[in-house]
């Protein structure tokens, strides 16, 4: 059996909580160990019950795991481990990853730029056409969507990405054999096909609503960066945007109707200091991916304006400052050559002199 399926039996022990597992998994390394091992030393571990140990022995049965592997294929899902080179990287290194992880599809790769876009199921018509608008947009410039399949902002944002001719993901909270919503099958079919459908969730498992909260926390684990179109105060989104900002992940919002409930939550996320967003390139200048107008226009002018010698000067010049010694033994040219091409580009705007001979990028 494949170190992945020793997982997936791991973790559907009926009772096997996630912080049961990794006590488990701390012990003994790798799952393959705890199927091996006899009850004795199971009941060692402090934790770890009589009455469990006994439960995690009677579930070790070669062919119901057989079984549950066929039907896997049947049902076309595969399943990853987090052992596994492939599982998503950003997902691995988040506060208790799942352990495994069902999928339909393609899984992003360690080069992926993953971007979660989330917000209401009770989405106004502002919320839709906004939600759609940043999908397409990002998928077009390299990103691939990740939400969660739901009502409203959810299912908005994966038909824009799909729009867009772009990838996108869906996390579902149940089994990848149901659709949920039900309404959903068609776009759910179009996910498969254009990125892939990911559950902690066994097949079988329906949408309990205490599946929902967990699944939050791999929306925001998967991504890079997360948006926000129109939240209420007390929208499970924001439980999903509490994850991602404990990941260190970068959250936007999408400004909206000061008088909308609607919006409510969304307003306090951009009062509490997050960045208010209204076109694509304020998401991708904060990420690093463009830098913003000014400087483009400015570097532009540069590369037409001035010679070799001051492009070559002003590239050594960042936003940490560097004092003209420094300029001197990095550039070995001489002092007075250096301080004549420092003055002429502090008189046309591209440095700034900060006292003590150091020098700085002006924009």
Known sequence: ?????????LTGIKGMTVKKAYLLLSYFGKPEEIWNSDKMLLCSINGISENFAERIIESRDPDVLDEKINRLEELGIKYISINNPDYPELLRHIDEPPLGLYYKGTLPKKDDMCFSIIGSRLCSEYGSLVSQRFAKELVQNGFTIVSGMARGIDSMSHR???NGGGKTIAVLGCGLDICYPPENQKLMAKIEENGCLISEYP??????PGNFPPRNRIIAG???GLLVVEASKRSGTLITVNHALDYGRDVFAVPANITSDLSAGTNELIKDGCPPVTC???ILFELGVIKNVKEEKIEQAAAEELTEEEQEILSCIKYEPVSLDDLIILLDKPSQSIQYILTYLEIYGYIKRLPGQRFVRAY
Request: charged content about 10%.
């Open 160 to 162: 824009g990405a799909i």
């Open 203 to 208: 097949p079988g498992t329906q949408p309990y």
């Open 280 to 282: 694509v390139e304020d």
């Open 222 to 224: 998967l991504s890079m």
């Open 1 to 9: 059996m494949a170190n992945d399926y020793y997982m997936m039996w």
